[in-house]
């Protein structure tokens, strides 16, 4: 039951951010609408590089950080078709995960956890960078794009 429940809530999630990706304009990308932040494309590439690090990290063992720098995809359509790519990896990629023990011990972070608690925080670490990215829109004049809730 709690698998089902954190696989639904990373597959609906990946879903939900799709839209909010999609706003990205190339007008915006490397604006910085906090002097001490990032770019808001490096955001929306930290987010995404996550989600791949995570998930491909969990199905295959490979824990290999990936750039994260807009620079290498220098235009906002090169972030979507990222972006879609890596939520197609990801999806197929939590696939493979569900035939695992999730509650087995997690020996490569920095304290003590079962897989499952990795899952876990793949997912609380990209709401808290989508929710960077709305207030990015947000400071830049962009009206986000509504995220269905049940509520």
């Known amino acids: 039951m709690e698998y089902e429940l954190i696989f639904d809530a ?3 999630h990946l879903s939900e951010t799709k839209s909010i990706i999609d706003q990205l304009t190339d007008e915006v990308l490397h604006e ?3 002097n001490s932040g990032r ?3 490096d955001v929306i590439m930290h987010l995404i ?3 791949e690090y995570y998930s491909q990290g969990l199905a295959k063992n490979v824990w290999i950080p990936l750039t994260y720098e807009v620079t290498e ?3 906002a359509l090169k972030v979507k078709n990222l972006y879609n790519e890596v939520h197609t990896k990801a999806s197929n990629y939590l696939i493979e995960i569900t035939g695992t023990n999730l509650n087995e011990s997690y ?3 920095n304290r003590p956890a079962k897989r499952i608690d990795v899952l876990l925080e793949m997912l609380e670490h990209s709401i808290q ?3 960077q990215i709305l207030v990015y829109y947000r400071l830049l004049g962009i009206e986000p794009a509504k995220i269905p809730y049940i509520i």
């Open 129 to 131: 960078h989508r929710g």
């Open 107 to 109: 020996e490569k972070g």
């Open 32 to 34: 910085k609408p906090v």
């Open 39 to 41: 770019s808001l494309g």
């Open 10 to 12: 990373l597959n609906r």
């Open 49 to 51: 590089r996550s989600i």
């Open 73 to 75: 995809f220098s235009t």
